[in-house]
């Protein structure tokens, strides 16, 4: 029968992975382009669209971690440039990871675990987050999941091109983000808890010597880049909390309910597909909870943690839960008859239906334009509404501020006032100022001049520890008046101008 048997017939396997693929496709292209992107998105638009070289002289001063998801994207956004086409990858990434979640479920138990499995990390707001962000996560989460299927196709049958097909997953993933080589913590421990012979673990740590070795050039530039993460603080017992609750269903009964399931798969593990295969406890709780722990603890004294890297471990959540249910149904008081077939699987189905149905609204909420603290679209629409060509326009601050040139059609034409020379020039992400004594030359040619504050820029009391910005408000405080003032979400541009006019004899620029 469809779904029942264990292992499943190869119908019924391949209906629990190409269900779930499906369903996280469709969920992770409803409405994909919200008309808006935030400033880690914009990043990608900026970096990825440069040649080739500009990009590798980039990748030498800052976000050398994302280097490969940017070399991606520099032949994904050609093909058809806009949100659309930023965020398919990470569409693409989310559909193979519930495939791979489910096929992870179909081999270590069963197909109607698999299943389960599948369409729970398909309909789950946090993996559907990251498929819709245009950004390296939800591609990593796919590497993370077909390095541990993979692992369990070693411990089964070790063989050096299986290793060797592990040894290049992991290091892609890790490529991809360097935090994915915590992988190789929650492997070991599964091989571990397996009780693996020695041939085993020589095989993998032949290969995890091999990854490890071939991340080292990675390592190397990152870490002379690591003031890129100094906005990191100390994570503490909320951000812990923050994480299980959105990894197992925020509040309420949900919430209760996935963790009492895990709670019952830990307790009552299901039986192994087969001798000397990989449990399935064995592998998924491992590969939840190790490499968040690893990034905490090592967080505590440099702070690393974002719940966006433990984002390839939430693999191992859905695994549980499903485990979980099938231990559960497995105890029931009811003909042995009813235990398998069809109906089973189909009820657990309608149960993940209903899991989505109770978080719709948050998975609606996901999708609109205010989802991410950014609404960079909103300043797009606010600067093409306003400026045109030839006018002068300054950033307040500039970094991050100049990431307008993701939607370029916005300023087009338009001086930037403060720029020595463009980011693509110098190998920068937002580009690098005139010196101070230049810029207060170029403003004295101005009789009016548009400022686009950054949001925390614009409240008042602002300050700032960078020399460059304060001379920017020195001049506009001391020398200009403002006459008109439009606030968005992400930004407000002010319209200055000069109080009494332009200075004589200055030179334009």
């Given amino acids: 029968m469809l779904l029942n048997s264990q292992p499943g017939p190869a119908r019924a396997r391949a209906l629990a992975v190409a269900v779930p693929g499906a369903t996280a496709l469709a969920l992770a292209l409803w409405h994909l382009d919200r008309g808006t992107m935030w400033r880690d998105e914009a990043a990608t638009v900026m970096v990825a669209s440069r040649s080739l070289p500009q990009l590798w002289h980039v990748l030498g001063s800052i976000d050398a971690v994302h280097g490969l998801y940017y070399l991606l ?8 440039p806009g949100e659309f086409m930023l965020r398919l990858p990470s569409v693409v990434g989310a559909s193979v990871t519930a495939c791979l979640v489910a096929a992870l479920g179909s081999r270590l138990a069963r197909p109607r ?5 599948g369409l729970l990390y398909a309909v789950a707001p946090f993996a559907q987050y990251y498929a819709q962000e245009g950004r390296s996560y939800a591609l990593v989460a796919a590497g993370a999941a077909g390095a541990t299927l993979l692992l369990t196709r070693c411990v089964e049958r070790p063989a050096a091109r299986r290793w060797a097909a592990y040894a290049a997953a992991v290091t892609v993933t890790a490529w991809l983000h360097e935090f994915a080589v915590l992988l190789l913590a929650a492997h070991a421990v599964t091989l571990a808890a397996t ?24 390592v190397a530039l990152t870490r002379g880049q690591s003031r890129q993460v100094a906005w990191i603080r100390r994570p503490g017992w909320a951000d812990a909390e923050t994480l299980l609750r959105a ?18 798969a830990v307790s009552r593990p299901v039986a192994r597909r087969a001798r000397g295969a990989c449990g399935l406890v064995a592998v998924a709780l491992p590969l939840a909870l190790v490499p968040p722990l690893v990034l905490f603890a090592v967080s505590q004294w440099h702070p690393l943690y974002a719940s966006r890297y433990a984002l390839f471990a939430f693999a191992g959540v859905p695994l549980l839960v499903a485990a979980g249910a099938e231990a559960v149904l497995a105890r029931l008081p009811r003909p042995a008859a009813l235990k398998s077939g069809t109906a089973p699987a189909l009820a657990g189905a309608g149960l993940v239906a209903v899991a989505f149905l109770a978080q719709l609204p948050l998975q609606e909420q996901q999708r609109s334009a205010n989802a991410r603290r950014d609404d960079l679209g909103a300043v797009a629409r606010m600067l093409s509404d306003r400026l045109r060509p030839g006018d002068p326009l300054l950033y307040l ?14 300023v087009a034409g338009v001086r930037d006032v403060s720029l020595r020379t463009s980011g693509a020039a110098s190998g920068t992400l937002y580009g690098i100022d005139v010196p101070r004594g230049e810029l207060a030359a170029r403003m004295d040619c101005l009789p009016r001049v548009w400022v686009l504050f950054d949001a925390e820029a614009g409240y008042p009391g602002w300050r700032t520890r960078s020399w460059g910005e304060r001379a920017k408000l020195d001049i506009l405080q001391r020398e200009f ?8 979400k992400s930004g407000r541009l002010v319209l200055y101008a000069r109080v009494g006019g332009p200075v004589a004899g200055c030179s334009p620029r």
């Fill in 247 to 264: 990894a197992t269903g925020r509040h309420g009964p949900l919430y209760v309910i996935t963790l009492a399931l895990i709670a019952v």
């Fill in 195 to 218: 009780r693996v012979p020695w041939r085993t673990w020589r095989g993998w740590g032949c290969a995890a010597g091999c990854s490890a070795l071939a991340l080292l050039p990675l």
């Fill in 73 to 80: 994207m520099h032949f994904v956004l050609p093909l058809h």
């Fill in 397 to 410: 601050p500039k970094t991050g501020r100049r990431y307008t040139e993701a939607y370029p059609s916005s």
């Fill in 113 to 117: 675990v698999g299943l389960w499995a």
């Fill in 481 to 488: 008046t403002p006459l008109r003032d439009v606030r968005r």
